[in-house]
Nanobody, 126 residues
């Protein structure tokens, strides 16, 4: 059974850092594109970042403009885990963060066969 489990969320002060983890089971990490979406109360769901390596020896990453230079996505295929390192966190980063496995990074989370984790809360507040 395909499963994604996120961890690493929590409460952090502005300017602080967190690292989210997404552990995948039931399928190989390098068969899919993996990304992070976030949902804040009263706001539209936002794609934060995605990583994929279709037909290539190296990964391709993309980031939302709002997190460029502050967030870094990476993967460890030996651990079947995707990470999101979040630095210089801001109150506007507060949201539930979801890990998603998909066929491609574009339209992440919009396909019927996308796989979702349960989400992890990130709260940035002083």
């Amino acid at each position: 059974q395909l499963q994604l489990v996120e961890s690493g969320g929590g409460l952090v002060q502005p300017g602080g850092s967190l690292r989210l983890s997404c552990a995948a089971s039931g399928f190989r990490l390098d068969y899919y594109a993996y990304g992070w979406l976030r949902q804040a109360p009263g706001k539209e769901r936002e794609k934060v970042s995605c990583i994929s390596n279709w037909g290539s020896s190296s990964d391709t990453m993309d980031y939302a403009d709002s997190v460029k230079g502050r967030f870094t996505i990476s993967r460890d295929n030996t651990k079947n885990t995707v990470y999101l390192q979040m630095n210089d966190l801001k109150p506007e980063d507060t949201a539930v963060y979801y890990c998603v496995a998909s066929d491609a990074c574009y339209d992440l989370g919009k396909r019927l066969n996308d796989h979702w984790g349960q989400g992890t809360q990130v709260t940035v507040s002083s």
